[in-house]
Nanobody, 126 residues
Framework: QVQLVESGGGSVQAGASLRLSCAAS????????MGWFRQAPGKEREFVAT????????YYVDSVNGRFTISRDNAKSTVSLQMNSLKPEDTAVYYC???????????????????WGQGTQVTVSS
């Protein structure tokens, strides 16, 4: 079965860094856009970052632009999110997602993605 598994979350203080990783199995996503989303309690799941299959297109939500970097290694079937200068407002469960369409463009909405990981908690203390 198709699985996306996130890792790398944790509890840190403001200004610290974390690197999240997402490993895919069950099928290849080397030709598919991948994304990171996050959800805090009582809030809707929101877009964070996305990268298309060949790394030509990358988008970030304004609030993380300049602090977060998305990357992927298609040979290893992984996508990562390097998070620097973390802020308390970054606290959320972070989800890895994959677009089911081969060669699909990078997308920024929850509804654009077909596969989701279980999430990894990121907590940033002030």
């Amino acid at each position: 079965q198709v699985q996306l598994v996130e890792s790398g979350g944790g509890s840190v203080q403001a200004g610290a860094s974390l690197r999240l990783s997402c490993a895919a199995s069950g099928r290849t996503f080397s030709r598919n856009a991948m994304g990171w989303f996050r959800q805090a309690p009582g809030k809707e799941r929101e877009f964070v970052a996305t990268i298309n299959w060949n790394k030509n297109t990358i988008y970030y939500v304004d609030s993380v632009n300049g602090r977060f970097t998305i990357s992927r290694d298609n040979a290893k079937s992984t996508v990562s999110l390097q998070m620097n200068s973390l802020k308390p407002e970054d606290t959320a469960v972070y989800y890895c997602a994959a677009d089911g369409r081969d060669y699909g463009v990078a997308r920024t909405s929850v509804a654009d993605y077909d596969y989701w990981g279980q999430g990894t908690q990121v907590t940033v203390s002030s």
